[in-house]
């Protein structure tokens, strides 16, 4: 397989946006192109990730839509979806396209406009990645899922609900430093937890899960450009190597697994994403992982190997996944904060480790970034997609 | 009260003897404290500077709920409305929201409008919280009637607390039908809907004295959001 670099990296606020779903692909597109310096370099081809256009705003081929927004003809052009995981799985798509040769540069862009429907809407469209016909039609939502996910880690492991607010305060304290997050606002332990007032600021949402347990929904595009590594020496610039792809699937239903409470698909998906990239889990730096609900950090942050099991809310004890801690996870804010515009999440974890490999993620910069890992979780853990990104020396 | 003409005082509505609202602290999720008060007459202009802007912010209704507020606060100051009340949200002297209401009768109250300046920390669900119980516990009546005029609100009250319909009463904002909160469902809903503390320290109590606006680009800001994702 021939070599893969990211050469550039953008994206646009998350958040509610008035734009329409191609301007904000547009937009993260063109400040990816923009960070790369491509100049006069043509891209051979454009993958674009998204979950429910088809569903929320009426429109599909979004390949196509964006080359021509982007005037890019007659580049090769298509679409990714696959649940949640869909940005990180779009990516593995364009890395496809120049490991195989086929391409030279590829756009991948992720975007979801997701706020344009209500609530309920948008939970229920979120939920139609669940199983139809003994999951869906019951009334699992993602958020109860989840909660029925937390009891079981809570009963076995002993975490608690103030481990769940330490994700939250911590990402919220991150997200409050990018200047991309959906929400930019800290929160506090007494606020969210201990406070009388905390009942009505937190309400329950599933239990054990609370508001503040629960990423919000956003609207949100992000950009990678990839580059053969003929291209990438062209460009010059820092140079982002993708070193490991994983992806490892599990049973649709959740009820369905041997031990509910292990998220084997991460498991798989970064062993093979650590192999490929000649690393250990131990090597790692930063890592960007999929707190969609605060227990999933901390249950991925084990399947992924770097806490033994049942021990990730120990390492949050410890300090240890803070910005200034021994293994940085969510600097941007996670999806916690920095928000979860569901097709562009995969490629938002990818485009904040870029900058944090290059050294310019400013306010919230993991000191001396070498190798970073990515998790994007999709389904209930049935597909999932890790990443291993490694700094090199230009 | 200063000395009105008798021609002043046919075009005032009679009024009841209300009690004071108790003001109150309550923590909000960043941490900070937000003292709830009434708002006097002479206090009005200041929050109708605040509301001013959000008159064009069509997002979730501001634009509406700002205009008929904007009304309600000037026949407030202006005595053109019976028995109104306003009270406000204060995080550090600044405004951080307010709501209003009246009271139709010694049994009956009726709920206007709840605006939020400072969004994502439930500023909003305190601050309608703090009218009922002013209308429930301090006015001591039997029931407030409600409506919302936007789908936050509507999840806020009717499915929240939740609301009884009493759609054979037309609201007084537009004559909606109106939803109904009665004395039993506020008690039913007081522990996890209706929080904060008393007596408020004086200090806090001091820094709420004076009515300070956020900056008008950043209130347009927090209500509007981006208008335009940033790259």
């Known amino acids: ?394 | 009260m200063a000395q009105i003409s008798e021609l002043e005082a046919s075009l005032r509505p009679p009024a009841m003897e209300m009690p004071p609202y108790p003001p109150k602290v309550i923590t909000l999720a960043s941490g900070e404290e937000m003292v709830v008060r009434q708002v006097e007459r002479d206090e009005v202009p200041t929050l109708l500077e605040a509301i001013y802007p959000l008159l064009w912010v069509e997002r979730d209704f501001y634009d509406i709920v700002g205009a008929r507020l904007f009304g309600e606060l000037l026949a407030y100051k202006r005595y053109r409305v019976k028995d109104e009340y306003v009270l406000a949200g204060l995080i550090d002297g600044v405004l951080a929201g307010m709501v209003n209401g009246r009271l139709v009768d010694e049994k009956t109250g009726m709920s206007y409008h709840t605006l939020t300046i400072r969004r994502g920390l439930r500023v909003g669900s305190h601050l309608f919280a703090a009218k009922m119980e002013y209308h429930i516990e301090h006015c001591a009546q039997e029931e407030v009637l409600i409506v919302a005029e936007s789908p936050i609100g509507f999840r806020r009250w009717m499915i929240e607390y939740p609301l009884e319909k009493r759609f054979e009463v037309q609201h007084e904002l537009g004559g909606v039908p109106s939803w109904v909160l009665p004395k039993e469902t506020y008690y039913n809903a007081k522990p996890r809907l209706v929080s904060g503390r008393r007596p408020v320290p004086e200090e806090l109590l001091q820094s709420a004295e004076t009515i300070t606006l956020p900056a008008e680009e950043l209130v347009v800001r927090q209500v509007a959001g981006e208008k335009e994702g940033n790259a």
């Open chain 1, 1 to 394: 397989m021939k070599p893969v670099y990211i050469a550039g990296a953008g994206m646009t606020r998350f958040g509610r946006s008035e734009w329409s779903l191609i301007k904000l692909a547009s937009v993260a597109s063109l400040a990816a192109i923009h960070h790369a310096k491509l100049g006069d370099v043509p891209i051979d081809s454009v993958v674009v990730a998204n979950m429910g256009a088809a569903r929320v705003n009426k429109q599909t081929a979004l390949g196509s839509a964006l080359v021509d927004q982007l005037a890019l003809y007659p580049a090769m052009a298509e679409a990714v979806e696959n649940g949640p995981a869909s940005g990180a799985s779009a990516f593995k798509v364009g890395c496809q396209a120049i490991a195989s040769g086929m391409a030279d540069v590829v756009l991948v862009t992720g975007v979801e406009r997701m706020r344009v429907v209500n609530g309920l809407e948008g939970t229920d469209f979120v939920a139609s990645l669940s199983h139809p016909e003994v999951e869906y039609i019951y009334g699992v939502t993602l958020p109860s899922l989840a909660g029925m996910f937390t009891r079981m880690v809570m009963d076995r492991f002993g975490v608690e609900r103030k481990h769940l607010a330490m994700v939250a305060i911590k990402n919220h304290e991150n997200g409050a430093k990018n200047p991309y997050a959906h929400i930019q606002q800290t929160v506090t332990m007494e606020g969210i937890l201990t406070a009388p007032e905390a009942v009505v600021n937190n309400p329950p949402i599933a239990e054990p899960l609370h508001l503040f347990d629960c990423c919000p929904v956003s609207d949100g595009a992000a950009s990678v450009v990839l580059v053969s590594q003929a291209v990438a020496e062209k460009l010059g610039g820092p140079r982002v190597r993708v070193a490991g792809i994983g992806q490892a699937t599990d049973t649709h239903a959740v009820h369905e697994r041997e031990d509910p409470t292990d998220l084997k698909a991460v498991r798989l998906a970064s062993e093979k994403a650590f192999s490929m990239a000649g690393k250990a889990p131990g090597d790692v730096d930063v890592a960007e992982l999929h707190d969609a609900f605060t227990i999933l950090e901390i249950a991925e942050s084990e399947a992924a190997g770097f806490f033994p099991r049942g021990e990730g809310h120990l390492a949050l004890d410890r300090g240890e996944t803070k910005l200034d801690g021994t293994l940085p996870i969510n600097p941007s804010g996670g999806l916690k904060a920095k928000g979860h515009p569901v097709g562009a999440t995969g490629v938002a974890h990818l485009v904040e480790l870029t900058w944090q490999l290059r050294g310019e993620a400013d306010a919230r910069q993991v000191k001396d970034a070498k190798v970073a890992y990515a998790c994007n979780f999709g389904g209930f853990g049935n597909n999932v997609v890790a990443t291993v990104l490694e700094r090199e020396a230009a």
